[in-house]
């Protein structure tokens, strides 16, 4: 069983930046494609990041030049630097590792079935 833990959520004004964090537990980093969901209220989750154990990244075009996921494996960690944020990215935030191992970045990209562990999610309020 994989865990996952969120932080660094927040309010902001819109043009302002947040970094998210998840911690892992040990050497998921290294063994699952992970990234990162959004789910505003009445809408649905949305796939936002993600990367392979290899260092791979792809991200949706919504956040394409603003958005960067990084990992730092020695820390069982997983990042989101989220940058010039708009009043459209308020959401809660879901850390993610796919339980079918590596290689998923991309059926998540094409909006395929998730079969995922997750975090309990971190708010992110963009004002405008």
């Known amino acids: 069983q994989v865990q996952l833990v969120e932080s660094g959520g927040g309010s902001v004004q819109a043009g302002g930046s947040l970094r998210l964090s998840c911690v892992a537990s040990r050497y998921t980093s290294t063994i699952y494609s992970m990234g990162w969901f959004r789910q505003a209220p009445g809408k649905e989750r949305e796939w936002v990041a993600c990367?392979?154990?290899?260092?791979?990244?792809s991200y949706a075009d919504s956040v394409k030049g603003g958005f960067t996921i990084s990992k730092d494996n020695a820390k069982n960690a997983l990042y989101l630097q989220m940058m010039s944020l708009k009043p459209e990215d308020t959401a809660m935030y879901y850390c993610?590792?796919?339980?079918?191992?590596?290689?998923?970045?991309?059926?998540?990209?094409?909006?395929?079935?998730?079969?995922?562990?997750w975090g309990q999610g971190t708010q992110v309020t963009v004002s405008s």
């Open positions: 990367i392979e154990p290899d260092g791979r990244t």
């Open positions: 993610a590792a796919d339980r079918r191992g590596s290689g998923y970045c991309y059926r998540w990209a094409r909006g395929e079935y998730v079969d995922a562990f």
